[in-house]
């Protein structure tokens, strides 16, 4: 099965400075990656993601993530955060399922807090 | 214009008894599916539904009983609610192809408590 690991549990950044999220992957065969962002009491919404392509991929809010196949890592990163940021990030990864469809492997979240 | 939408957003109830959560979403998605998230916020599927068919069946208690009547509708019944089932619920759905490559939108979630 794939996987994917978020090594963080929280992350602390001043606002203003850049901002990284990371994200590691275990797959076989090509991954198919997703972040999302889970804001306090709502649900998860889509950032951005990296299925074929550029390494660097540009999503919502500003944020881009870098797929780095020898490290296999997909950090999400952001040139200058904003205490707005501050929220629950998702690392996902597609598995495929016997007998066919597809699932997404969700990490266990990184608590981003920005601060003035 | 809630593409993702839940119903009951908060259920409060007790040990034993059955419970109904409703999704619908008007995305004109294929599939929708069920996940838990647990205290720690850890995200897991139950379910998944490709144009009224199981797809997708974790490894949940057959307490849990998903049914599609339609491709836009997926609810969620539970029989004999116990303390371990408080989570929070999130319907979701995308328009999955086959190749895994779309992204998933989200209801606002159920917020389940079992007394």
């Known amino acids: 099965a794939q996987s994917v690991a978020q090594p963080e549990d929280q992350v602390n950044v001043a606002e203003g400075n850049p901002l990284t999220v990371k994200c590691t992957y275990s797959?076989?065969?090509?991954?198919?990656l997703f972040w999302y962002v889970q804001y306090p009491n709502r649900g998860l919404q889509f950032l951005l993601k990296y299925i074929t392509g550029d390494n660097l991929v540009k999503g919502s809010y500003g944020f881009e993530a870098e797929f780095n196949k020898s490290q296999t890592s997909f950090h999400l990163k952001k040139p200058s955060a904003l205490v707005s940021d501050s929220a629950l990030y998702f690392c996902a990864v597609r598995d495929e399922i016997a007998g066919g469809g597809n699932k997404l492997t969700f990490g266990t979240g990184t608590q981003l807090k920005v601060e003035l | 214009d809630t593409a993702v939408s839940q119903t009951p957003k908060y259920l409060v109830t007790q040990m034993g008894n059955d419970k109904s959560i409703k999704c619908e979403q008007n995305l004109g998605h294929d599939t929708m599916y069920w996940y838990k998230q647990d205290s720690k916020k850890f995200l897991k599927i139950m379910f998944s539904y490709n144009n009224k068919e199981l797809i997708i069946n974790e490894t949940v208690p057959n307490r849990f009983s998903p049914k599609s009547p339609d491709k836009a509708h997926l609810n969620l019944h539970i029989n004999s609610l116990e303390l371990g089932d408080s989570a929070v619920y999130f319907c979701a759905s995308s328009q999955d192809r086959g190749q895994g490559t779309s992204e998933q939108y989200f209801g606002p979630g159920t917020r389940l408590t079992v007394t």
């Open positions: 797959v076989s065969g090509n991954p198919y």
